[in-house]
C-alpha cells in the first residue's frame, strides 16, 4: 500500500497534478492537509481531470497527527525533501506500507512533520533552482516507489 501526505500545498491546480498522477501510479489514498485545498473545486478537477473522483482521499487539519497514525499502523513515513539525511529517490530500497510526504511549493515540509519521517529522499538538482515543482517532483519519486513495490509483489 502507498499512500501520499500532502502538506500546506497552496496551488490547486499542484493539487489536481498530484491526484491525477496517484490515479497513474496506483496511489492507494491522498491525504491532503493544513492549507492544502480539497475536492470537488473547479482548479483541481482542471488538472485531475476527475482522477480526485477515482482515488480515495481524505482531509486532516493536523499533518503531524496523521503522520503518527500512519507510524502506528506500522507504515512507513518517507519525506520528499532535501536535508543532510536525504538519500537520491532512485537509489533507496523502499520499505511497504509506506507513505511518502509532500510539503508547501515555498517552504517544503513543515520542521514538526519531517521530525516524524523515517526516511528522506531527494531528486538531484543539476540547474540553479533548487527543487521542483510539487507535482512534478511527486511523479518522478512515486514511479520509483510505485515500481518497486510492483516488483515486490506487495500491492
Not at 18 to 23: E, G, K, V, W
Not at 60 to 81: C, F, M, N, T, Y
Not at 142 to 150: A, G, L, V
Amino acid at each position: 500500500m502507498i499512500t501520499t501526505l500532502v502538506e500546506n500545498v497552496r496551488s490547486l491546480y499542484n493539487v489536481g497534478a498530484i491526484f491525477r498522477t496517484a490515479d497513474g501510479a496506483g496511489v492507494s489514498k491522498v491525504i491532503l492537509t493544513g492549507i492544502t485545498g480539497c475536492p470537488p473545486h473547479k482548479e483541481i478537477r482542471k488538472v485531475a481531470l476527475g482522477a480526485e473522483e477515482n482515488v480515495s482521499w481524505e482531509y486532516h487539519q493536523d499533518s503531524v497527527a496523521i503522520a503518527r497514525q500512519l507510524k502506528q499502523k506500522g507504515i512507513k513515513i518517507v519525506a520528499l525533501e532535501t536535508t543532510a539525511e536525504s538519500a537520491l529517490y532512485n537509489q533507496v530500497k523502499y520499505e511497504f506500507p509506506l507513505c511518502l510526504v509532500l510539503g508547501n511549493e515555498y517552504h517544503g515540509i513543515s520542521p514538526e512533520l519531517l521530525a516524524e519521517a523515517d526516511s528522506y529522499i531527494k531528486i538531484p538538482m543539476r540547474g540553479m533552482k533548487v527543487s521542483l515543482n510539487v507535482g512534478v517532483a511527486f511523479g518522478i519519486a512515486i514511479y520509483e516507489i510505485t515500481e518497486q513495490n510492483n516488483t515486490t509483489g506487495k500491492q
